[in-house]
T-cell receptor, first 113, second 116 residues
Framework: QKEVEQDPGPLSVPEGAIVSLNCTYS??????FMWYRQYSRKGPELLMY????GNKEDGRFTAQVDKSSKYISLFIRDSQPSDSATYLC?????????????FGKGTMLLVSP | GAGVSQSPSNKVTEKGKDVELRCDPI?????LYWYRQSLGQGLEFLIY????????KSGLPSDRFSAERTGGSVSTLTIQRTQQEDSAVYLC??????????????FGAGTRLSVL
């Protein structure tokens, strides 16, 4: 079992739809959770960063963490064609003195006008 | 600089040649990371630096891969005797530190390597 599972998609939605992107993980030591957005031929850019269980909102984006279920989500409201990109979840183990991030494989999102 | 800078943006080479990829991190970031991203795959961790030291080289795929960082700033990833399976996008990231909120990594645009 991979440490982080993420459906690769593609996920196709019409403009204005609510999008739900998800990752599951197996390592209970993961404590920091991030969502990155990657446009074609670009590097990943950080969208959201969360530590605790619950919701964190930033504009049209909401990150949700459920540590008991080892499940994280990113919701995008009023999706726009400019949201079309690959979304990667990433996690960090807080118990390490130092740590690299473990990434999901990414979900490709296509928002049609 | 304003962000992480990588060069070249694209590199086409012949099988068996050596290539050198460069990463210039955000000023003041002590940690630097190299990843590889192949088509349809996630980010594969290669190596990270804290200052000029590389405590974790476990991700380097083979002894043909090496990396160094000098002056706590610029890093180079060298691939010797390139093979076709080395074709991928090589991404560099930097962060303020190594744990928790300091480990938020900022990525460059990557070097797209094609080995013919």
């Amino acid at each position: 079992q991979k440490e982080v599972e993420q459906d690769p998609g593609p996920l196709s939605v019409p403009e204005g739809a609510i999008v739900s992107l998800n990752c599951t993980y197996s390592n209970s030591a993961f404590q920091y959770f991030m969502w990155y957005r990657q446009y074609s031929r670009k590097g990943p850019e950080l969208l959201m960063y969360t530590y605790s269980s619950g919701n964190k909102e930033d504009g049209r984006f909401t990150a949700q963490v459920d540590k008991s279920s080892k499940y994280i989500s990113l919701f995008i409201r009023d999706s726009q064609p400019s949201d079309s990109a690959t979304y990667l979840c990433a996690m960090e183990d807080k118990n390490s003195g130092y740590s690299t991030l473990t990434f999901g494989k990414g979900t490709m999102l296509l928002v049609s006008p | 600089g304003a962000g992480v800078s990588q060069s070249p943006s694209n590199k086409v080479t012949e099988k068996g040649k050596d290539v050198e990829l460069r990463c210039d991190p955000i000023s003041g970031h002590t940690a630097l990371y190299w990843y590889r991203q192949s088509l349809g795959q996630g980010l594969e961790f290669l190596i990270y630096f804290q200052g000029n030291s590389a405590p974790d080289k476990s991700g380097l795929p083979s002894d043909r891969f090496s990396a160094e960082r000098t002056g706590g700033s610029v890093s180079t990833l060298t691939i010797q005797r390139t093979q076709q399976e080395d074709s991928a996008v090589y991404l560099c990231a930097s962060s303020v530190g190594l744990a928790g909120v300091q480990n938020i990594q900022y990525f460059g645009a990557g070097t797209r390597l094609s080995v013919l």
